[in-house]
């Protein structure tokens, strides 16, 4: 039987004093025990598996990425365009935390191709090379703490007054002094007691674990994003208990409460998470990658082939430079007309490319809205999206890194064509005519493509995705405020049920 409190103490006084016997209930039901081996073991098994590949999966794009580097820029005397179209390859760094939570980067490519004339997707996602078991997701500290978790509080939870209910002690802690107020408080914060003595041995083995990985540098930003992470996590278990709780206090029986619960957790952590990005595409549908690139072909052949010196855009371009320099043929030119036109023709097709890219991610921000939005009324969707933002492995981060790759490939293409433009004549810039013709036209100096700028991705930090998740920041704040306020109007007043 559960001991109530004593009729002196106080409001706060009592509330503690239920929780902690609410506490010493579940160790001796061996509730904790059990429950804190398991996740113990699930945490630490997805600490390790996750930072193993988190590691190796970043050591391998490192040294990829430096291998990139090493033959672009030893590559032999060539001419400048042919350079443009060689190429460069450029590896998205994993996300800060993304051992401990991947997000969506197993479904988003790990390497874009970057050249002259045309802006590729990235590819090679390690769903689509991996397992099926990476296609339906990887074990993470982040899916046990936010999907199992929350089962296992909303079931401590939901008994906790129907226990007390069906052991018939209710009245009893009412004579001893017990408010119903301080009843409901104290059973959320033995809930919570109860969570943070389970999770302690797995915190501690997974920070153990961490602080052995010497790959990991713990800079300033990646603290505060684990802190945040903390933050969002706790804010989630609070959410779960204060339902729970709620639910309990509302139900007769246990069985009906656990029910409702394990009910509330299947729609709400598995069919809803499911059901709405397939909703949200039925309603956004973003167009195939065939048909993008046939519209961003269309579009550039509006503006302008550079390849072909009849087009009105590029006449009027001779015409317009010859008349700057006051002569009459563009072999009288101080430079070649030739790199000129590919500068041009360069610009036009990033004016494309960038027209359809922003229509394409405005569909992926409605997609991504209707999964925000739905964290108004889902402790799991309000916190999973600001999860994979502290991490760095949402559709935020993705598409800054598209954004510094793309940048940094119309830099780099429009330096050659600058070097096409200054460093090769244009009498030498033709071919013969012949088989083996390519050859025939000015290579330059090797040491040229030495000078040219490498990639360097600079990673966002935590500010800056906070703020691409106002709406996710919102909707958590809603959630675990809506949660608390339902468990307040519960203990303002006590709930007539039937047993």
């Known amino acids: ?7 002196a103490l106080g409001t706060w006084p009592a509330i503690r004093a239920m929780a902690r016997q609410e506490l010493r209930l579940a160790w001796r039901s061996r509730v904790i025990p059990a429950l804190g081996a398991v996740m113990a073991a699930l945490c630490l098994t997805a600490a390790v598996v996750s930072t193993a590949r988190h590691r190796a999966d970043a050591s391998q794009r490192m040294r990829y990425q430096d291998v990139v580097g090493q033959q672009f820029a030893s590559q032999p ?15 998205r760094p994993r996300a800060p935390l993304g051992f401990l939570d991947p997000g969506i980067e197993s479904f988003t490519g790990s390497s874009l191709f970057l050249e002259a004339h045309r802006q590729n997707l990235p590819t090679f996602s390690s769903a689509s090379q991996g397992s099926s078991t990476e ?29 007390e209910r069906e052991d018939g002690t209710l009245p009893l802690l009412s004579t001893q002094g017990a408010s119903w107020l301080m009843l409901v408080w104290g059973k959320l914060l033995g809930q919570l007691l109860i969570v943070g003595v389970v999770l302690l041995p797995a915190l501690v083995l997974c920070a153990a674990w961490l602080a052995a990985d010497s790959a990991t540098a713990w800079t ?33 029986t246990s069985r009906q409460a656990l029910m409702a619960v394990l009910s509330l957790w299947f729609l709400v952590w598995v069919v809803l998470p499911r059901a709405l990005p397939a909703a949200a595409t039925a309603a956004h549908p973003t167009p195939a990658r065939a048909s993008f690139e046939s519209d961003v072909e269309a579009r550039v052949r509006e503006l302008g082939d550079s390849h072909n010196p009849d087009d009105p855009s590029f ?40 027209q359809h890219l922003s229509t394409l991610v405005d569909t992926y921000r409605r997609q991504e809205r209707w999964v925000q939005w739905a964290g108004l009324i889902s402790p799991y969707l309000a916190t999973r999206p600001l999860s994979m933002a502290i991490a760095g492995s949402d559709l935020a981060h993705q598409l800054e890194f598209e954004r510094q790759a793309e940048a940094y490939r119309y830099t780099l293409i429009q330096a050659l064509n600058d070097l096409h433009m200054n460093e090769v004549a244009a009498a030498a810039d033709r071919y013969d005519g012949s088989f083996n013709g390519a050859p025939s036209r000015q290579r330059i100096d090797r040491a040229f493509f030495e000078d040219l700028p490498e990639f360097s991705y600079v990673g966002p930090d935590l500010r800056w995705a906070m703020a691409q998740q106002q709406i996710g920041v919102w909707c958590f704040v809603w959630m675990l405020v809506a949660s608390l306020g339902a468990l307040g109007i519960t203990s303002r007043r006590r709930w007539q049920v039937r047993s």
């Open 77 to 91: 005397d060539r001419h400048p365009h042919r350079v443009s179209h060689y190429g460069y390859l450029v590896f």
């Open 220 to 252: 300033p930003d990646l603290r505060q994003r684990m802190a945040a992470l903390l933050a969002t996590q706790l804010g989630l278990v609070v959410a779960c208990a204060a339902i729970g709780v709620t639910v309990s206090a509302r139900i007769a």
């Open 1 to 7: 039987m559960t001991t109530a409190p004593p009729r």
């Open 135 to 163: 296609r339906f997701g990887e074990l993470s500290v982040s899916l046990v703490l936010q999907f199992l978790l929350p089962l296992f509080v909303l079931a401590l939870a939901a008994v906790s007054i129907t226990r």
């Open 315 to 354: 006449r009027r371009l001779r015409e317009e430079t010859l008349a700057r320099y006051g002569v009459s043929g563009v072999d009288e030119l101080p430079f070649n007309y030739g790199g000129l036109v590919m500068k041009e023709g360069e610009a036009h097709t990033s004016a494309a490319y960038q």
